[in-house]
Each structure stands twice: as structure tokens, then as C-alpha cells.
């Protein structure tokens, strides 16, 4: 349950670099970030290698207009798959081995029925072309306040596509923040998925800042991570209250509460 700082958040208005030094200072070997593809592969991974670091995980681009992924957009498969080899570049080069697929927003006038199937049948292909790749594709709900349209808002609904995709390079990212958005209840909703989780991310539901481990819904989720054995990735996908040094004072409180809950 290492942590991976969200370079795309933590360390805003710096060159990718810049962040990538910050982060390695305040102690983080793994990182995300969101969409890379404004530098070069190659460069980016001299800079990873340089810092020491560890891409954990990338987004699939956007799409060309700004739509918030293609993967459910009927009539866009072709666009889809070549963002989807766009991520895989960006992977091959860095060593990444996760990829988050954005779904894509759900038009009022759409057919749910329509965006299901393409979804689930771009997702089939996407996941032949990672499993040779050894790249894990993710699933993750986005709240309804912050991503309104978005294909799926509840963890259980991304967990359904999962379950069609029905394919082991598909698993489900569960989010803290967009699960506590929604209202759930934190450790429950995880215990129902928790075979699902590949990879994890927090923030407080408060303003999208740093976690609350004095919340008990949020110890009691990261108990549940660390007494069945997750060993993947969590990720600070949080914008700092000031800034992200001043900020990590929670990490302490995050490793003492691992040492209490692991077996």
C-alpha cells in the first residue's frame, strides 16, 4: 500500500520535471499522471529514471474535442482504439502498468443500451492489446457533482461492465472521494468489490484536499485495504490545501494505522 503522488494535482504550475523532483523529495517513488501526453515518451522516461520513480498509472487521452474519454461514444471505436495505442506507447516507453480508461459522458438523448455495448466491446479489444502488453486497464466511477453525464457514478455500476468485459486485464479503480461524493458508505462498498481493486486512489470529499484519517469511514476502508493483503498502489489524487509539502503531515498517522491493521 505504497502511496504515488498525483503529479497532475500535487505540484500544480511546475514543468512535469519540476513535479517529478518535488514528489521525490517528499519521499514518493511512485507516481500518476493524469494525461502525459504533452511530453515526449522517451523524455518522460529519462525523467521517471532520473527521479528513481515508478509511473504507476496514465488516463487514456481525452477525446479530440475535450469529451471526457471515448470508450462508451458509439460511432468512435476507431478513435477509441487509437487513443487506447496512444496509452500503450506511453506505457511501453515508461514501464507503466496501469491505465485508467475513460468511459466517456452520456448525452440526455442517448441510448443507454447503445453506449453499454460499446463500451463493453471496446473494452474487449483494449484489454487483448494489454494483456499482450502486460497492462492492466481500469474501470472508475466519477461522481455525480464533480463529472455529471459521466457513463457510471457508483462503483457497483463500473463493477457490472467489469463483470461483462469479463476479461483479467480489466479490473476496477476505487476512489475514496468519488465513492464519499456519492454518499456511500465507504468500507462497505469496498468490501463488496474489494476482489475487483486493482488500484486505489483518496482524497478528502471536502474540497478534493488532503485525506482525513481522523474520519472513521476513511480508517476503516484503509484497515480493510491493509488486513487482506492490497499490495498495490495508493494514489494522493488531492489538490493541496497550500502546498504539498506542507500538507503530508497525514502520512504519519497513514503508516500507523498500517502498522495496527496489517496481520
Known amino acids: ?11 500544480p504550475g511546475l ?50 474535442k475535450g469529451e471526457k474519454g471515448l470508450a462508451c461514444l458509439p460511432g468512435r471505436e476507431a478513435e477509441f482504439m487509437r487513443a487506447m495505442r496512444r496509452a500503450l506507447a506511453v506505457c511501453e516507453a515508461t514501464g507503466c502498468r496501469s491505465i485508467h480508461v475513460l468511459a466517456g459522458m452520456i448525452e440526455p438523448d442517448s441510448k443507454l443500451t447503445l453506449a453499454r455495448s460499446t463500451l463493453i466491446h471496446n473494452l474487449r479489444m483494449a484489454a487483448t492489446l494489454a494483456e499482450e502488453a502486460d497492462v492492466t486497464l481500469t474501470l ?40 464519499q461524493r456519492e454518499g456511500l458508505d465507504l ?25 482525513d ?3 472513521p469511514q476513511v480508517r476503516a476502508a484503509l484497515s480493510l485495504l491493509a488486513s487482506s493483503g ?26 500507523a ?3 495496527e491493521a496489517r496481520p
Open 257 to 259: 494505522l498500517l502498522d
Open 213 to 215: 484519517l481522523s474520519d
Open 140 to 179: 472508475e466511477a466519477l461522481n455525480r457533482h464533480d463529472m455529471p453525464g459521466y457513463f457510471y457514478h457508483l462503483p457497483e455500476q463500473a463493477a457490472d461492465i467489469l463483470q461483462a468485459v469479463d476479461h483479467p486485464a480489466v479490473r476496477l479503480q476505487f476512489d475514496f472521494y468519488h465513492s
Open 15 to 64: 514543468p512535469i520535471s519540476s513535479r517529478m523532483a518535488c514528489a521525490a523529495r517528499d519521499g514518493f517513488t511512485g507516481v500518476e499522471i493524469l494525461f502525459p501526453y504533452d511530453v515526449e515518451a522517451d523524455e518522460l522516461a529519462y525523467l521517471l529514471r532520473k527521479q528513481r520513480q515508478t509511473l504507476v498509472l496514465i488516463n487514456t487521452p481525452p477525446g479530440p
Open 187 to 211: 468500507p462497505a462498498e469496498l468490501r463488496k468489490l474489494l476482489p475487483l481493486v486493482h488500484h486505489v486512489q483518496f482524497a478528502n470529499p471536502q474540497g478534493r484536499h488532503e485525506p
Open 230 to 255: 492490497y499490495d498495490g498502489w495508493i494514489g494522493c489524487e488531492y489538490t493541496p490545501v497550500i502546498d504539498a509539502r506542507t500538507g503530508l503531515a497525514w502520512r504519519d498517522d497513514y503508516q
Open 1 to 11: 500500500m505504497k502511496l504515488a503522488a498525483n503529479l497532475s494535482l500535487l505540484y
